[in-house]
């Protein structure tokens, strides 16, 4: 398994719409005052202002369970400033960020799986569900299943699987998944395929 390890302005106008999903919103980070990369759902990058990084959660409507996902160029190069507002903006919308750095390769060329589940209880999976790139699989087992299917049917070399923020507060650990009592199998599975499970590191 592939570890990455890492750690505004005017009135905002809204750069996407809200929606009823989740949504997966990719930053990369070039240089503190040069401009970030943007891309939700997969969508090609669009270059945006470092000093509207912080606001990103307002302009974007961002609540639970969207999920961002920031590269930064090297852990010696962390934006920490930006970061850290973010992440606060973040987490009073409940909102998962995790980051990693440059060297894991492009973001925005790695797929992202996601899965959402009640705030206070990360491990319900009868009512989590299940995406790629902002799109519904379905719920519970059946959701699971199907995400599976699509990962085991379109192998990629290295893939993210993030989850919705969930409250830290409760005592459970850093690692919940909704789908534990699969998990042995599916870990199984990526191992089989061939497939590197990158874990980026969540901010609180």
Known sequence: MLMAFVMASCNPTPLAPANQGA?????????????????INGEAPRKVSAAIVPALPEQLSLKHPDIVLVQVISDSQIPAPTLYRLATN???????????????????????????????????FDQARFYKEGQLFGSGMEGFKKMREEIEK?????????????????????????????????RHSLDSHRIQQILPNEMP
Not at 99 to 110: C, T
């Open 90 to 124: 973040c987490s009073l919308k409940q909102v998962a960020v995790y980051y990693l750095v440059q060297s894991q390769g492009s973001i925005f060329k790695i797929p992202v799986y996601h899965w959402q589940a009640p705030f206070d209880n990360p491990r319900d």
């Open 23 to 39: 949504r997966i919103v990719r930053l990369a980070f070039t240089t503190e005052r040069g401009p970030w990369q943007l891309s």
């Open 154 to 186: 379109k192998p990629a070399p290295f893939l993210f699987i993030l989850g919705s923020k969930y409250n830290w507060d409760s005592g459970l650990g850093p690692f919940e998944v909704p789908y534990s009592s699969e998990d042995v199998s599916f």
